[in-house]
């Protein structure tokens, strides 16, 4: 049986942070209901990147929503509220990420769904709360990103701040959610409690950030302070970081500067023998190991360092990566199909239930597409 | 307020080391479960050694406090029939097993996942891995940088002509972990309904393209690599302004806005020039234009210029102005925790809430081994 085999959950959310949160339950085994404004839906089924479309919807909608069901419905028709409401009442879940005060105001809140379901787990993000000046501020993930400190980490000491590639706020912030929604079911199940799990984008990169906000509390609030060089985490020693060979780039993660030293052939490096100097000094030890590494290949420096158990990788892009067997044994990518016949190739789930891969092979829905089925299986017309 | 945490009555064993699985027990911890550590005699989790900025409390690094806070310490030699014949009552009690071993080490040890379905056929059992169990790298150190380096990360952040580069924090860590907790928990969920446990078993590399599933969609679909624009790169599948800008006295970052009324709001006649459908095509010149647009005045003049239209911008903090700020003060994501000597330190508290309550604790990290007594003294019960 799938972990969350019968779990219906009605996701009324946008864009990422919630609607990754209902992938992965989905990706369980719940059943995902999308409820999407007719006409137009979730916003991200419009938002292209880097031109690439798929049927005139952009890539990442496909990639957020496979595994899902739509219900086209306008909340502010009194009809399609009610059958809204009406299949509330089969819920285990129901999940938003609206600004605070939209679902009071449609009466979806969760004292309202309560009424409605009194064991109903009820999820939500927001950008920074419920409460405070920035409540109403869009919870964008670079803005978030922004405000929060993070892009003082990544990147070299002189560089601007420089965010994170990849929406890692939404991600995040949604992860934590699908946490406090599981926690809340596995609850509901010993006590036959309701519950409200919230979860904002900024505690969710201040929680991100742990580590290093704590080093921040503890050592006299001073800011982090970036390498000169090859910056790989702004707390730690020489040599961690990435650096370009004569042909690749190699990254190094932790390691003993002297014995790298023999290693490579570089004696300049040999005097390091102290480990405190591998921070105190990191600029300048990396600044010569990024030289010496320039001589040689990434991969005849890699057949000297893995050996030796050097903490070292080769940095590969997609295309490298994908001729790897190391990647292909992973069975990573999953083919799905939506209902107009379109096959889409993306990732699967990460996380693997007593040894299988969960491979759903439907893709994303049309707006609107289960209406129909819900409608007769609820009789909610 | 005296209502149980969802996880409360939960009892989970944590063989796991450094950040990945330990991060998985914190949030359980943090969300009511009972978390002791199983630590080898002696030196424990090696983390406890591993500091950052040199920060020790009570003789553990700061970082091993902040990582294990909430949990309890007992420890074994996986080598002594002794200690293993506790391991095994303990197992026998408890609902959750964790660790990041690298393949075949807890099999060795009599504690596969085979091993331990015979002695509790209801144990959750998590396992972190670097790379999975099969295939060349199964073997490699699980270490996060170099992950981020294999799995074509580090070419989703700086800009286009930059060396590769990382995150400047352990996404693969952080992220394996809350993606354990995840499957952990919908498996107690099943569990609650079945009685029967699981085996949940993911790896950092899996993690990683789970969380560029936008970015391998797109490049399954388009064969194309990503490409960072070549200035104020913000994220590579998106078109500009999408970036992080210096002005006269700070930065400020723009997510998505239509150009021609970013031209309008910012003043800029340069812009004007472009149309939206542009936004792509002319990325880089449409970034430079009003990169050099925005240097010119202050921050607040660009956000008030740009908030009265409704656009998505907002100033770019570091930790100092950020923690000054009332927006973020009302969060109370700060917490003190006071050590078994008396020391008392600022950490961060879990970003769930749950029943709209904020959830701390002021139970520190626990001293190696320091609950053995009392745990030996709870299975002769």
């Known amino acids: 049986m799938n972990l969350l085999q019968d779990i219906i959950v009605v996701d009324f959310s946008q864009f990422l942070s919630g609607p990754s949160a209902g992938l992965r339950l989905a990706d369980m085994g719940a059943r995902v209901i999308k409820i999407e404004r007719p006409g137009i839906g979730d916003i991200c089924r419009q938002l292209y990147v880097s031109d690439t ?80 000046p920035w409540k109403d501020l869009p919870g964008q993930d670079l803005l978030v990103q922004g405000l929060s400190g993070l892009t003082w980490l990544s990147n070299n000491q002189n560089a601007r701040p420089t965010p994170m590639g990849v929406s890692v706020v939404d991600i995040l912030a949604g992860t934590y959610l699908t946490q406090g929604i599981l926690a809340a079911l596995y609850r509901r199940g010993v006590s036959g409690r309701s519950a409200l799990v919230q979860v904002s984008m900024m505690e969710a990169v201040l929680d991100f950030q742990f580590e290093v906000l704590t080093c921040h509390f503890n050592d006299g609030r001073q800011l982090p302070l970036r390498s000169q060089v090859s910056n790989g985490n702004a707390y730690i020693p020489a040599p961690y970081g990435i650096y370009k060979t004569r042909e690749g780039y190699l990254s190094l993660a932790m390691g003993d500067i002297p014995k790298l030293a023999r290693l490579l052939q570089c ?14 000094r990191r600029d300048e030890i ?35 990566l994908m001729q790897q067997i190391g990647y292909k044994v992973l069975n990573m990518e999953l083919k799905v199909k939506t209902s107009n016949g379109l096959s889409i190739r993306t990732t699967r789930c990460p996380i693997r239930i007593d040894g299988a891969i969960a491979a759903s092979d439907r893709g994303a829905p049309l707006l609107g597409e289960h209406n129909q089925l819900i409608d007769a299986q609820f009789g909610l017309s | ?43 424990g989790d090696a983390c406890r050694r591993l500091s950052i900025k040199n920060l020790w409390v009570d003789g553990d690094s700061l970082l091993f406090h902040t990582i294990n806070r909430n949990k309890e310490s007992f420890t074994a030699n996986l080598k002594s029939a002794d200690d293993m014949s506790t391991i095994r009552k303990l197992i026998t009690r408890a609902d959750v097993l964790t660790h990041n071993f690298r393949p075949g080490v807890m099999e060795a040890a009599g504690l596969g996942y085979a091993d331990v379905q015979r002695l509790n056929p209801r144990l959750v059992y998590g396992a972190i ?48 972990g809350a993606q354990l907790v995840q499957g952990i928990l919908a498996a107690l969920v099943r569990r609650g309904k079945t009685g029967q446990g699981a085996l949940v078993e993911i790896s950092m590399l899996e993690t990683l393209l789970d969380f560029q599933f936008e970015f391998l969609t797109t ?71 009003l990169a050099q647009h925005l240097a010119a005045q202050p921050t607040s003049y660009w956000l008030e210029r740009l908030h009265a239209e409704d656009m998505w911008a907002m100033e770019v903090l570091d930790w ?62």
Not at chain 2, 241 to 249: E, F, L
Not at chain 2, 327 to 352: D, F, H, N
Not at chain 2, 366 to 377: A, C, F, K, T, Y
Request: net charge neutral; with cysteine.
């Open chain 1, 53 to 132: 479309r798929i049927e005139g919807e952009s890539t990442i909608f496909h990639a957020i929503n496979r595994n899902k069901q739509s219900y086209a419905a306008d909340l502010k028709n009194a009809e399609d509220l009610e059958k809204v409401k009406k299949l509330i009442r089969h819920a285990d879940v129901v999940l938003h990420n609206f600004r605070p005060g939209v679902m009071e105001r449609i009466g979806l809140d969760y004292e309202k769904v309560k009424e409605i379901k009194p064991d109903i787990v009820y999820g939500e993000v927001s950008g920074y709360g419920t409460e405070g």
């Open chain 1, 267 to 280: 004696p300049p490096l040999e005097k390091y023998t102290n480990s405190a100097e591998w921070f105190d």
């Open chain 1, 286 to 320: 990396k600044g010569m190991l990024a030289g010496h590494l320039l001589t040689q290949t990434a991969d005849e420096w890699l057949s000297v360092l893995q050996p030796a158990d050097i903490w070292c990788a080769k940095v590969m892009d997609y295309h490298d």
């Open chain 2, 1 to 43: 307020m005296n209502e149980p945490l969802p996880l409360h009555g939960l009892t989970v064993l944590e063989f796991s080391q450094y950040l990945s699985g330990p991060s998985a027990g914190l949030r359980l911890a943090d969300l009511g479960a009972r978390v002791i550590k199983i630590e080898r005699p002696g030196t």
């Open chain 2, 129 to 176: 891995s670097g790379y999975g169990k099969e295939g060349p790298w199964k073997d490699l150190p699980g270490q996060d940088l170099l992950l981020q380096s294999m799995s074509g990360l580090a070419y989703t952040t700086g800009n286009e002509k930059d060396h590769p580069m990382p995150f400047g924090l352990s996404i693969a860590d952080s992220l394996c």
């Open chain 2, 219 to 289: 490049y399954h679909s388009s064969g194309q690599l990503p490409r960072r624009s070549r200035y104020n790169n913000g994220n590579p599948l998106l078109s500009a302004p999408y970036g992080i800008y210096a002005t006269a006295d700070g930065h400020i970052a723009i997510a998505m806005v239509n150009i021609p009324q970013l031209a309008r709001a910012t003043g800029s006649a340069e812009l004007a020039i472009y149309d939206q459908d542009q936004a792509f095509s002319h990325r880089d010149e449409i970034k430079a234009t």
């Open chain 2, 320 to 381: 100092k102005k950020l923690t000054a700020h009332q927006g973020y003060k009302i969060l109370e994501m700060e917490q003190a925790i006071t050590t078994a000597r008396g020391k008392s330190l600022v950490t961060t508290r879990c970003p769930i809430r749950i029943d709209g309550r904020r959830l701390f604790s002021g139970k520190p990290a626990p001293s190696l081994g320091q609950d053995n007594e009392r745990i030996v003294m709870e299975l002769l019960k």
